[in-house]
């Protein structure tokens, strides 16, 4: 139960985009189309969950005092793999997500992570805690890009949906973004209250 | 702190980085054959777009301002004449970085083609410059072309950024109208060329412009450069 628990609480109840509100900044901008979203989603989960077993493993013979630099030293190599892979496998991923794989680095949810997950628990723990908390902010993402994609764009996948009707424009743009977080945070404290 | 424990916390930085500069020294040769490949490759599609139907005769070097300034010459045969052309880069602070961009001119300044080259702008507007439209729609992609509606206009050319071809054809060496009348369209072509002008990205306008500007000062650039000899012959 508690692990399965591990896992589930990023998806909702402690879903880091939504209730603890961190990793914001690519948040409001890869997620102009569904296909950014969905591979920024892939690439943070993938250093999530890899800096969160480095960190699970290390993390009794890491002297308190230095543990932030090596946490970062950590997410950074697995940064760097991400890059340079996209880079040379997928160089149109690499492309259109451009600055927003290098500052994966200071998203504040893998470091958040590392220090109040990673590094007080055990290997299979701090694993599932980064799937969930992964898909949980890919999830969101992903929610954030359809409506944005499709109502800004009139397309989905790149793809125009209904051919001859003008977009919402606003959507696309930042603010758009500001807005349609904003209703799914209403949404989400919505149900939340009704549950209580 | 005591001796020991700074000792300590020494040791365990430096294996911890000597690990990291391993591993990445690694990835980095796994990596960096496809990555040069690739950016042959990007050169070499470059030169193709914008020097169209052209076979490539030199690449010379000349130094303008203190700065190296590199162009390419090519000629094409057409209807028992020989027309030259040049294809430059030139390169100006967009909205978040350099764009560099690859121009291709005849001897009337008129663009052949152009190609940027690196970018990085925000994902979603101005990276937009380089995005390939497609012409497919979502439900058509999904069920055929059953509930698709009816055709989108389609066309016979390679595909290639809605943005960066609706430069060809116009003039250079004459201001470069910027409107804005949303993604390019095929239909748009003749009105924007009559008025030398292009669309603008939505939300992007400053994109827009930068690009707009380096084609400016890589012309100004190119026109000084054919005046002096080059430097060295560096070859194709």
Redesign the interface.
């Known amino acids: 139960m508690s692990y399965l628990n591990d896992f589930m609480k990023g998806l909702w109840e402690k879903n880091p985009i939504l209730v603890l509100g961190i990793g914001l900044c690519p948040t409001l901008?890869?997620?102009?189309?569904v296909s950014?979203a969905l591979w920024m989603g892939l690439a943070t989960s993938f250093v999530l969950v890899s800096s969160n077993i480095l960190v699970s493993i290390?993390r009794q013979?890491?002297?308190p005092?230095?543990r932030i630099?090596?946490f970062i030293?950590?997410i950074?190599?697995f940064v760097?793999?991400v890059e340079?892979?996209l880079?040379?496998?997928q160089?149109d991923v690499y492309?259109?997500?451009?600055?927003?794989i290098p500052l994966i680095v200071v998203n504040c949810m893998i470091l958040g992570r590392a220090e109040e997950f990673a590094s007080k628990n055990t290997l299979g723990r701090s694993i599932l805690d980064g799937l969930g908390m992964g898909v949980g902010f890919g999830l969101t993402l992903f929610v954030l890009a359809f409506f944005r994609e499709t109502l800004g764009a009139n397309?989905?996948?790149?793809?125009?949906?209904?051919?001859?009707i003008?977009p919402a424009?606003m959507m696309?743009?930042p603010p758009g973004a500001f807005v349609t977080l904003g209703l799914m945070l209403w949404a989400m404290n919505a149900i939340k209250s009704r549950r209580n | 702190m005591t001796i020991r424990e700074i000792i300590q916390s020494t040791i365990v930085i430096a294996i911890i980085t000597f690990i990291a500069a391993f591993a990445l020294s690694h990835i980095n040769d796994l990596t960096r054959p496809s990555i040069q490949e690739q950016e042959k490759e990007k050169q070499e599609n470059a030169l193709s777009v914008v020097f169209p139907g052209y076979r490539i005769q030199d690449k010379k070097s000349v130094s303008l301002d203190g700065e190296d300034f590199v162009y390419w010459t090519a000629k094409k045969k057409e209807s028992g004449t020989t027309r030259n052309a040049f294809a430059f880069i030139t390169s100006q602070p967009g909205y978040s970085g350099d764009i560099r961009v690859m121009v291709g001119v005849n001897v009337k300044d008129e663009i052949l083609g152009l190609s940027i080259l690196s970018q990085t702008e925000t994902p979603g507007l101005g990276a937009r410059c380089t995005e390939i439209a497609s012409t497919e729609t979502f439900f058509g992609y999904l069920f055929g072309n059953l509930f698709a509606g009816k055709e989108v206009e389609t066309e016979k050319e390679p595909s290639r950024p809605w943005f960066q071809k609706q430069f060809t054809g116009l003039s250079a060496d004459q201001q470069i109208e910027i409107v804005k009348k949303g993604d390019w369209q095929p239909s748009m072509r003749e009105q924007l060329r009559k008025k030398n002008a292009i669309t603008a990205i939505t939300g992007a306008t400053i994109t827009t412009k930068t690009v707009r500007d380096a084609i400016t000062k890589g012309i100004e650039k190119l026109h000084r450069a054919r005046q002096k000899p080059a430097d060295g012959r560096t070859g194709v």
């Open positions: 901008a890869v997620t102009t189309s950014n290390i013979g890491v002297p005092h230095i630099p090596i030293t950590i950074a190599s760097i793999i340079l892979t880079k040379a496998f160089p492309k259109a997500l451009g600055i927003f397309k989905l996948f790149g793809l125009t949906l209904i051919p001859g003008k424009t696309i743009l």
